[in-house]
């Protein structure tokens, strides 16, 4: 799939301000005051411009009010109506806590676990999808949860658990990536796409079109094997291994926490965008890919 | 509501017949045809005098080989592919805003650009690749089924058909009710074992394809040349030739 800028942002920034914002809900850190607004300023920063930039990716953004009207059917509804309700109990919480000094438990509560729900419509986004054999697959969901538990909590100063979830981040990240690798297309072969197994083996002889098209720019991204593994490496390093070892394993100041927040942003990134690059989209078949 | 119905009164549909079709594309252009100037907004094209033109099309003609196994000869087969209007759509399903909906009547898979944001989520869940976002106007497009046509009073009857089966040369594509058990292309899919595509993605789709009737045996009747080292004058020639 085409590794857009803007989804890339969305997903990455939206998980990581979520998750900030979850870990605030539930107190922690206990912070009040200009030193709350601060942390929320950063969560909301994160989770509004994330979904700023989802905006970003629809060619007609003028009907998105739209799209908070089909959540009975729609895991992208669902993701937009949690989001909404997400930052509005958030809202209320935060400026009790920064103008008032008064801590609404049940409302941070209920505001965290909303924060968690929205990440996980998110993963459904993905995840529901059968076309993207790498994506539907019970992974999908964890992996973006501990995005957001992992990288919200680093954010939030909560040493331990950061390094904990990045931990287990790591090992899962590496087992999907194995089992995406494995799965392929998931059985989905040129011969099944056209029923034309039965009088033997397919190639493409002509495409119907000589030049690009939408389908093939969205849906047809080709990644260097080289490029993809280094990536990888440079996901697993970055992004959750050394967070996750200088976190368990050293005494963390601001300075080291600082260092270790860019580079689990960097790899972040470097995972978001394999995971739509590496994601193949069935579709591409007909076109002898 | 992108919620489907449970059960539509028609499932009208296409059959396309890959042991007719001759790869010519007519469906193609009669298709952009019709459709960039009827429901909707145009099917844009961009740069399309230039060096690299895009545009968007409802139907696609893609061209395979296929190689028996036992060896023998290739069979050519040009595969026209257009939406299939599955019963379990997906793309239904996925659409946030209700764009993309499925016709209770007659079972046409359809998207209201009044209300589409171009996502593009849709066209991520059809594993046929049955829908593209037009690039200028942004609203995504599919196949309409010609729901402006099949119903319309306002022309003669015997173009009340899909603009691509109206236009067909060959006959390749037949439309019509494929809920219903007794009509020509339920007999056809019956008669001609029409199959579905990728069945493994639980799309149900409601277009069939007619497989290619299998070629004979290459014949062992061809000739063998007959003179295999030429003598007399054309002998001289021949050698001379290839010392030369
Ligand atoms: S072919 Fe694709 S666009 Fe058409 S109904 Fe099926 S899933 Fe939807
Ligand atoms: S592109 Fe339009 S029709 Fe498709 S899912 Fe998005 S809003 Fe719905
Ligand atoms: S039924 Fe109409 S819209 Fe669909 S492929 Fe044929 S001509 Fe195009």
Known sequence: MHPAPSVIIFTMFSGL???????????????????????????????????????????????????????????????????????????????????????????????????????????????????????HDWTTPPVFLLHALGGGALLAGQVRMAGIFLAML???????????????????????????????????????????????????????????????????????????????????????????????????????????????????????? | MTDLPKSTEKKLGLVIDLDTCVGCHACVVSCKEWNT???????????AYGAEPQGTFLNR??????????????????????????????????????ASYKREEDGIV???????????LCAWSCPYGARELDQIFGVMKKCTLCVDRIYNENIPEEDRVPSCVRTCPAGARHFGDLGDPDSDVSRLVAEREGMDLMPEMGTKPVNKYLPPRLKDVPSDAALEPKYKDAAGLFGWLDKALEKF
């Open chain 1, 17 to 135: 301000g979520f998750g900030l914002l979850a870990y605030l809900g539930l107190g922690l850190p206990p912070v009040a005051g200009w030193v709350a607004f601060g942390f929320f300023t950063l969560g909301y920063t994160l989770a509004v411009g994330g979904l700023l930039a989802s905006v970003g990716h629809l060619a007609n953004p003028k009907n998105a009010i739209k799209a908070f009207s089909q959540w009975r059917s729609s895991w992208l509804s669902r993701e937009g109506v949690m989001a909404v309700a997400s930052l509005l109990v958030m809202a209320v919480y935060a400026i009790a806590l920064i103008f008032f000094d008064i801590r609404l438990r049940m409302v941070g509560l209920l505001g965290a676990v909303l924060c968690i729900g929205t990440v996980f419509t998110t993963s459904m986004i993905y995840t529901q999808l059968k076309t993207v054999p790498r994506w």
């Open chain 2, 61 to 98: 003609v893609h061209s395979f080989e296929a190689q028996p196994e036992s060896g023998g000869c290739s069979q050519t087969v040009h595969f026209p592919k257009s939406c299939l209007h599955c019963e379990d759509a997906p793309c239904v399903t996925v659409c946030p805003t209700g």
């Open chain 2, 37 to 47: 100037s009827n429901y909707g907004t145009a099917l844009s094209d961009v740069d």
């Open chain 1, 170 to 289: 790591g090992f899962l990240m590496v087992w999907a990536w194995i089992k995406g690798d494995e799965k392929g297309l998931s059985g989905t072969t040129l011969e099944s796409a056209t029923g034309l197994g039965r009088i033997g083996k397919l190639r493409l002889l002509e495409p119907p079109h000589s030049g690009q098209n939408y389908l093939l720019k969205e849906m047809a991204y080709d990644v260097g094997r080289k490029h993809a593994f280094k990536l990888r490496i440079i996901a697993l390093v970055l992004g959750y291994a050394l967070p996750a070892a200088l976190l368990l394993l050293l005494p963390v100041g601001h300075v080291l926490a600082l260092v270790i927040v860019i580079a689990h942003v960097a790899g972040v990134a470097a995972g978001r965008w394999l995971f739509f690059a590496e994601a193949a989209h069935v579709q591409r078949l007909y076109y002898g890919k």
């Open chain 2, 110 to 120: 359809l998207v209201n650009e009044d209300d589409c944001m171009g996502c593009g």
